[in-house]
């Protein structure tokens, strides 16, 4: 994977990146805000470099198990009016979306 | 092209045949009404959750066993996380860091000198096998775009292949081999049409003999197995004419047209997405133990190319109709009982191939659905070679055979068909032939061979066609000894 | 008295349901004219289905008179907060995102409340997508809380917490990612259970952080947790964290069990920071223990203090990728300016997700992004195994732990509201349970001067809810916080005067 950044104490994160990756729109007032707010919280964060982790697994889940599974039954459908009850545009039983860009 | 050589990898996406979804029950399908296959999973409805399907890891475990992968003793599930319309949860489930299956390789068969003569065979290495689930799909309109989701949540295993390839024939004859693999281990029926089965290329040129990769071009939307082949022939010549006038390769991601045989950058380098992957938590690790995989195993079919060979090894059965038999299961199981049941394999062979073929095609019927079954076939194999009927009288039962069902045996009978003729009526034939073309007659008793062929011809006629050649001849040399 | 009604315990409500003493109908009725009354002081429901409730409460009329089987729960209105699915009701999370939003399925849970006869209670507000520790952060106004207007009834389960306090449903449920059921019902005064993780199915809850979340009861007596939980309950094959374990009945087990039993008391929870009114109302119960005969031990959770740091990592990760699905393509809030079908996306979710929720996903989808996976998510995850260590290393010596719940008391309305660190700050008690995976109960352990409600946590081991239950069941036999209710009527006359008060300013 990815290595070579670290936590950084003052961090000053690329709002607009993050924002572009969450595909959130924010206001200048937001982003100013946000960034401020989130340093002061990655600040905080970056106490967890204190810790000593080696040799220490991450937690995938809290008590684990494998193989958890459902046989190849098929269950019946949502009706085609349910799966679109809460659609914002639909049309011949498909959900619409503005033009998508490629 | 001898000073660079082109290096393909090719990711290959093959649906799995599995009666309902990945991660939920909906039931899979094709061809259905739109939106029909939907269920809160599938939508991502605010609070759902994701179940795996146990048969679709069956399968995948089953392809890396047939392709001589290492099945990951534990593996587990990630998001990879983006946006897009087609994808519900603007995630998608798949497997990033510890796949099912590592390794293994598809062996190839590459065009031979002639048609009818079998090409070279080598072994294309795979880097890993994974399981993930299928997207929904778009329909672009002038104004928008409307989204079905009965394809979204299938299961899809994802075979990618080590940048091992050379030539767009290797990258043809992968699929191809690929794609018969899978349908022997009714994996998937790899209809491409249904997008059952779809391929990217990657695609570099270096220097002939150099080791560092060059740049790579990711070629997308390539349809069908033939614009594979002319997709990957056409961005290597592409790259090549770039080389070769000392320009440099743009990593980037191309689209195909196989219409125009063209293809056009999609997406450059700095639009790569970050999918900021990391273990899905909604979903617990796999665990293959040695049973399991003992079990699927026992459930592996003999692959395509090794039964080529058990079949060329143990009939004798040429490769003009292997090349036909092999790439569906179906039909060479067909030829193997009618083989086995009238000891005649390479005869069957031909009955198969040509005319049960050529049957099948005019009447559109597939063989599921054919009334001639292997063993009415192996018995008038049979009839044939034990000299009871003769070919262009066997030929006539099978249309027969074809259209009703009814055994060979029947219709000989029936329309009497047999060959031969009473021993008497032989006799006088031959006589009467002798006798009407003395010149003939001496010649041949001065020594001349080629002369009893003046008299089969009459013999024939009067035999209506129906006396067995060689016992003529005997008849003839016989009477003709006598004087 | 209609009181006796409105704050009765199920345990109560239900012997006088069989007593033919009361109909489903009669209590149904009490509860919404009671409901009418305080509710638009106290805001505790997003919607309420009047005609809904009262057609289930006569289901259960019915099926008593024809004598049909009935469920534990039969005829009892329980509330839901607006994070878990009912079919065909709202499913908001209190979000404009999901504003208009029915369900066309059931949750797990809402599904077995059913089948035990209960009756799905309305819709409870929480914080914006059970993001935030006061209900503040609702799209939809906030809930106040009812022992004081002016202070907060915590979050994110405020609405649940709130609706108990004030007497509008019997019992409720809550979802607790990272004390969000612990923390509110500390505030108001009633008992809260989040169960051991896996215990709970949490398919048809909204996923917050997936590997946190959990659904738990709100009651007034901890027997009435304990019926709730054995109604919700139980493996189910829709989710596949959900765990194989035997559900014993709770209730019985209580009974069983008398201890003594050995209790640990952290020290990392008694330092800085801490209430000291909160802190003698805890040390309180902790010599009741001592005199009951238990063993009182300090341990150590040597770990304790990284806690919020893992916690904000892992929990934003996991919901920046759970929450990507509000996009407005298939449902929820569709910006009406969007030029194609990206700036969909982008308008749609800014306009859709309140401050909070924005701040989560922000933060959450750059710790898991490119270059900062391991130094964050991963780093994160590792100290989670650590803290979970410390918790299974003290259970080697002791039964269960007893800690405060919140550093704070019920704090006033907007006071922490533009200082995110230090609202994610009072979690420092309850989130080192969610990272663990284990059970945690908050009970009404005292009031403050002023009058303020405190509650004290008691954690278990993992699906030991038997032995926890008992633990508490103990304490509150021997004193009757629970049975103190706030006086809404001087609660909400104070309430109108200061508004009043302001108004005319």
């Known amino acids: 994977m990815d290595e070579g950044k670290q936590m950084s104490g003052s961090a000053r994160l690329d709002i607009d990146h993050v924002a572009k990756l969450a595909r959130i729109a924010l206001t200048a007032e937001e982003k100013a805000q946000f960034s401020e707010q989130l340093g002061d919280i990655l600040a905080h964060v970056a106490q967890l470099k204190e810790v000593d982790v080696t040799g220490v697994e991450p937690t995938a889940h809290a008590f684990p198990v494998f193989n958890v599974w459902a046989d190849d039954i098929p269950q019946p459908a949502l009706p085609v009016e349910a799966a679109l009850r809460n659609a914002p545009a639909q049309r011949d039983n498909m959900i619409v979306v503005p033009k998508v860009v490629e | 092209m001898s000073e660079f050589e082109a290096v393909i990898g090719l990711e290959v996406h093959v649906q799995v045949k599995t009666r309902s979804k990945m991660f939920t029950r909906a039931a899979t399908g094709y061809g259905l009404p739109e939106n029909t296959l939907t269920d809160p999973v599938v939508l991502a409805l605010p609070g759902t959750l994701p179940v795996m399907n146990r048969a679709a890891i069956d399968a995948v475990i089953k392809s890396g066993l047939m392709l001589g992968c290492e099945i990951a003793p534990v593996c587990k599930w990630d998001r990879k996380n983006y946006f897009y319309p087609d994808l519900p949860k603007n995630y998608q489930i798949t497997q990033y860091d510890q796949p099912i299956c590592k390794g293994g390789s598809v062996e190839i068969e590459l065009p031979g000198p002639a048609r009818n003569v079998m090409g070279e065979h080598k072994h294309?290495?795979?880097?890993?096998?994974?399981?993930?689930?299928?997207?929904?799909?778009?329909?672009?309109f002038a104004r928008d775009s409307l989204i079905d989701f009965n394809r979204a949540g299938t299961p899809l295993m994802e075979i990618v292949s080590e940048p091992a390839m050379h030539t767009a024939d290797e990258a043809f004859a992968f699929l191809t081999a690929l794609r018969t693999a899978m349908i022997y281990g009714a994996i998937s029926d790899c209809d491409m049409e249904k997008g059952q089965l779809r391929c990217d290329a990657n695609i570099s040129v270096r220097p002939a003999g150099e080791a560092v990769l060059g740049t790579k071009v990711e070629l997308k939307n390539l349809n069908s197995i033939s614009f594979v082949r002319d997709g990957v022939a056409q961005e290597i010549a592409r790259q090549l004419a770039i080389v070769r006038s000392g320009g440099r390769i743009e990593q980037e991601t191309r689209d195909f047209d196989g219409q125009t045989g063209a293809s056009q950058v999609l997406r450059s380098k700095e639009q790569a997405h970050d999918y900021r992957y990391f273990p899905d938590p909604d979903l617990m690790p796999v665990k293959v133990d040695d049973e399991w995989k003992r079990r699927i195993r026992a459930s592996c079919p003999e692959l395509p190319f090794e039964k080529q060979r058990r079949l060329f090894d143990r009939y004798h059965i040429p490769y003009t109709i292997t090349s036909v038999l092999v790439p569906d299961p179906e039909l060479s199981d067909y030829f193997e009982k009618a083989a086995a049941s009238s000891g005649q394999p390479q005869a069957a062979g031909n009955w198969v191939v040509n005319d049960l073929l050529r049957e099948l095609g005019q009447a559109k019927l597939p063989l599921g659905e054919c009334k001639v079954r292997p063993e009415d076939l192996a018995d008038l194999v049979k009839l044939v070679a034990s000299g009871t009927i003769l070919t262009p009288a066997a030929k006539e039962v099978f249309s027969e055979m074809f259209k009703s069902g009814e055994k060979p045996e029947g219709i000989v009978e029936r329309k009497g068909l047999k060959a031969g003729t009473s021993p008497d009526d032989l006799e006088r034939w031959c006589r009467e032939a002798i006798a009407g073309d003395p010149r003939a007659a001496a010649e041949f008793r001065a020594g001349k061979e080629s002369a009893i062929n003046a008299f089969k011809g009459p013999v024939m006629r009067a035999a209506k066609g129906k006396a067995n050649p060689k016992t003529v001849d005997e008849t003839l040399r016989r009477l003709l000894a006598q004087g | 008295m209609e009181s006796?009604?409105?704050y009765g315990s199920i345990a109560g409500l239900a012997a006088r349901l069989d007593g033919r003493k009361l109909s489903a109908v009669e209590l149904a009725q009490c509860l919404i004219r009671r409901t009418k009354a305080v509710d638009p002081a106290v805001r505790a429901f997003n919607s309420f289905d009047e005609a809904d409730a009262l057609a289930q409460a006569r289901a259960s009329d019915e099926r008593r008179a024809a004598g049909k089987p009935l469920g534990p729960l039969d005829g009892?209105?329980?509330?839901?907060?607006?994070?878990i699915a009912v079919e065909g009701q709202p499913l908001t999370a209190s979000s404009r995102m999901l504003a208009g939003f029915v369900s066309p399925y059931d949750s797990t849970a809402a599904r077995k409340l059913r089948e035990a006869g209960a009756i799905c209670w309305g819709r409870l507000n929480l914080d914006e997508f059970a993001m935030g520790s006061s209900t503040e952060n609702s799209a939809f106004g906030a809930t106040r809380n009812p022992w004081d207007l002016e202070r907060v009834p915590g979050g994110s389960s405020g609405g649940s917490a709130a609706a108990l306090a004030a007497g509008e449903a019997c019992a409720a449920l809550g979802s607790d990612t990272g004390g969000s059921i612990r923390m509110p019902a500390a505030f108001c005064g009633v008992v809260g259970l989040k169960p051991t993780y896996g215990l709970v199915s949490r398919y048809g809850l909204i996923a917050f952080a997936s590997s946190l979340d959990q659904i738990g009861p709100f009651a007034r007596t901890v027997e009435d947790a304990a019926m709730v939980l054995n109604a919700i309950a139980g493996h189910d094959p829709h989710d596949s964290t959900s765990f194989r374990v035997e559900i014993p009945d709770y209730r019985s087990e209580i009974r069983k069990r008398s201890g003594p039993w050995k209790l640990g008391i952290p020290k990392e929870y008694f330092g800085e920071g801490l209430d000291p009114e909160i802190g003698a109302a805890v040390e309180a119960a902790i010599r009741f223990y001592r005199e009951r005969g238990c063993e009182i031990k300090e341990v150590s959770l040597p770990h304790t203090r990284y806690g919020i740091g893992a916690y904000y990592i892992i929990a934003t990760a996991e919901c920046s990728s759970n929450l990507a699905r509000y996009d407005g393509i298939r449902y929820?809030?569709?910006?009406?300016?969007?030029?194609?079908?990206?700036?969909?996306y982008f308008r749609s979710r800014a306009e859709g997700f309140g401050a909070e929720v924005k701040r989560r996903i922000i933060l959450g989808t750059y710790v898991l992004s490119s270059g900062y996976h391991d130094a964050y998510y991963l780093r994160a995850q590792k100290v989670r195994t650590l803290i979970r260590r410390d918790f299974l290393n003290?259970?080697?010596?002791?039964?269960?732990?007893?800690?405060?719940?919140s550093p704070v008391l019920p704090f006033k309305a907007g006071e922490k509201a533009a200082d995110p660190l230090a609202m994610y700050l009072c979690d420092i008690y309850t989130i080192g349970v969610n990272l663990a995976g284990l059970p945690g109960i908050s009970l009404p352990c005292g009031f403050s001067k002023s009058g303020l409600p405190i509650g004290l946590q008691l954690i278990g081991q993992p699906y030991k809810e038997a032995e926890l239950l008992a633990i508490a069941s103990a304490y509150e036999c021997a004193h009757d916080w629970h049975t103190r209710h706030p006086d809404m009527d001087k609660s909400i006359a104070a309430w109108n005067a200061k508004t009043q008060a302001r108004a005319s300013r």
């Open chain 2, 124 to 140: 294309i290495p795979l880097t890993r096998i994974h399981l993930e689930e299928d997207v929904g799909k778009l329909n672009h």
């Open chain 3, 4 to 6: 006796e009604t409105f």
């Open chain 3, 76 to 83: 009892i209105p329980i509330g839901i907060k607006d994070v």
């Open chain 3, 332 to 344: 929820g809030h569709r910006s009406k300016d969007a030029t194609d079908a990206l700036d969909l």
């Open chain 3, 394 to 405: 003290a259970y080697l010596e002791v039964d269960a732990l007893l800690t405060p719940i």
